[in-house]
């Protein structure tokens, strides 16, 4: 029907829109130097934050997919 054809319009529009924003933070962060670990941070909590980090990278490409 023609309001399923107009929600499926704007959920592509949001979709796309939240695509290229996450684009745009995923160049920022490859092109900008990642803030310094804090000292007080364990070798394991260090490792931990880096790779939650860029999981949630990962979830946000895979979002709006």
Known sequence: S?????LYAIHK???FSILILVLFRVSYRITHKYPKMLVTLSKPEKILSKLMHEILYVFMLLTPI
């Open 2 to 6: 023609l309001d399923d054809t107009k």
């Open 13 to 15: 529009i949001i979709g």
